[in-house]
């Protein structure tokens, strides 16, 4: 892990082969088994707050490259985790990132070491031992040098009354607009250093085939439009459920925040949405004071096997 910020990028060292040692043949490791299991025990171990959406997590358990480790006591599942191959333009360069996601254990087994054997089984599952590694925490800073620090918010819709929606539609509802939406996006995303890869093929699989993450495009009075880019995540609180568009970025457009606000909500509420959610990252800040959001959480992101500059949260576009 980095100790601190280095003036430039470079790999640090080659990942070391993990000895991964049981006490005895109750444990067990498999890759990318059973998909079932695995979200049936993700989402009973979840905080009660968060519901897994089962279609987007499929996508990404099949995904190319995906590399999905469960580990077994007794033939019960104990723990999970998940690595991602994907592509980022980081500060100039385009490097191959393994992003490591829904790392999880029982809570029967913590204090066990269960983490840092899953974490050492996916290390070891990659050809390229000068891997980097990129993965986000919640709430719990740890004792190394993270990329960025930021914070999530929350806006709620339960008070909305919904009128006539103008100057907004989801990109799935108008698939003949495809590639001047994904051109667009391409040269918004060219303002930040820290951003992921897409291409038009995987752009139109994630906005037009499948239906858990979505791109609003809204026309404002300027004749610029603002993409509003996210995904649709279920959350229980007292025993409430509520309906949540988890925003991973907003870009194109954004003088106009109470506009942006206004007209995202009202079709967000007619979608059957009660809140919505953002991180403060690329040029979210402004949007984010402007409209009143409420502080949910901190956040961090990490890299493993990565030296790197510190990298200002205005110029930091990553999407998971």
Known sequence: MMAKYETGIKIINVIPNFKIKFPNNAYMLKLNDDIDSVFTFLNINYKNNYNINYNYFTRRYTSDGAQNITMYHNKNIIGFVQSIPTTVH????VL???YI??????????????????????FNSYNNKKSIILFKKINERLPCQHIIKTQMYYKSLLSVLPVKIENIYNLRDEPLEIDNIFNYYGR??????????TDSALFAATYISTSEE????INNTNGYKTLVIGKKNIYKTANNIYNCFDID????ELKYSEYINKTLSNILKQHGYDYYNITNIAHMSKYIKDVSMNTVKDLYYYVYNLASPEVPLSQFAFSS
């Open 90 to 93: 980081y500060n100039g360069m």
């Open 96 to 98: 191959e990132f393994n």
């Open 101 to 122: 996601d829904y790392l999880m254990v029982d809570p029967s087994f913590k204090h066990k070491n269960i983490s840092s054997i899953l974490l050492g089984s996916i």
């Open 188 to 197: 918004l995303m060219e303002r930040y250093s820290v951003r992921t890869y």
């Open 214 to 217: 979505s791109i609003y495009v």
């Open 249 to 252: 970025l907003i870009v194109g």
